[in-house]
């Protein structure tokens, strides 16, 4: 049995997430962080990690950027792995994280739905074989409560894309600061916001007279959250390191 905190347990995804491991036999939640400290489940919750010692064998984090620094030197302090969710993270907090996995182990994904990366595959093997005739350009569309933009899942298919690429890419963020055509090295990366939209997201290789277009689309928060849960079994007892979902689908 997985025992599990569950960093930001209040919110959206930690309540899912609360939901989908009660009736899961594998892992169970031994407890809950949260700033706003109320308790909406059947386990604890703390507003601060310092204030829980108490049984673990891995953290989810599904909150705020602003809650990372202390949340990792809380995992490193107790040497427990930690399954990162949140989005919006700056650069620097990208290389806490990488400092972090040396000690434990880190699992990273923008996405944590296996559909998401299956799609990041596919627009990875279209870039390969389109690259240099084909303009590609992503899109992605959210619920109106998001506050960060664009979406982490577009900027991980942009690098996934960036990666295959042979010349330079520049990241083009919407198009209304300059009139001038595109370039054959720019990605365009466009955010819709609106409604209670899940999250959808859509490359598109435009070349001459065809259109090829991948699309993913959740229809719930379900899908993040049976991928977070997956993870965090994958991760638990794992040796220090940064995981991703590619480790993940490789076990499978
Ligand atoms: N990687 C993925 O697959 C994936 C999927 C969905 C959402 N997300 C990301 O997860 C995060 C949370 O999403 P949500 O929809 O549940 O948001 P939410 O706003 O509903 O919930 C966030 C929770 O975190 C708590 N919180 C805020 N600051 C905190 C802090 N400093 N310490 C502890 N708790 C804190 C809030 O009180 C709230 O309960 C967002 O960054 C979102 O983009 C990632």
Avoid: W
């Avoid at 202390?70 to 993270?89: E, N």
């Avoid at 799609?119 to 998001?146: C, P, W, Y």
């Amino acid at each position: 049995m997985v025992k599990i905190i569950m960093n930001g347990c209040n919110g959206k995804m930690g309540q899912v997430i609360s939901r989908l491991a009660s009736s899961d036999d594998e892992c169970a939640i031994a407890a809950g962080f949260d700033i706003t400290g109320e308790v909406k489940n059947d386990y604890p919750v703390f507003r601060s990690p310092s204030e829980y010692s108490g049984e673990a064998d891995v953290v989810i984090d599904f909150s705020h950027p602003d809650s990372l620094e202390g949340l990792l030197s809380y995992c490193r302090q107790r040497k427990l792995p930690a399954v990162i969710a949140t989005t919006g993270l700056s650069n620097m907090q990208k290389n806490m994280l990488e400092a972090a996995s040396e000690e434990i182990p880190i699992f990273f994904s923008a996405n944590m739905s296996l559909g998401i990366n299956l799609l990041i595959d596919l627009a990875k093997k279209a870039t390969r074989l389109l690259d240099g005739s084909f303009d590609i350009e992503i899109v992605e569309m959210h619920h109106n409560q998001k506050i960060d933009a664009p979406s982490g899942t577009a900027l991980a298919i942009a690098d996934a894309i960036r990666d295959e690429r042979s010349g330079g890419t520049e990241y083009i963020y919407d198009r209304h600061t300059a009139r001038k055509k595109r370039k054959k090295e720019e990605i365009g990366i466009h955010s819709v916001r609106g409604g209670t939209i899940v999250g959808e997201h859509s490359v598109i290789f435009a070349g001459t007279d065809e259109v090829i277009k991948l699309e993913h689309s959740a229809a719930s928060k379900e899908v993040f959250a049976v991928g977070a849960l997956r993870a965090a079994k994958f991760i638990a007892g794992k040796k220090p390191g940064f995981y991703s979902m590619n480790d993940l689908i490789e076990s499978l």
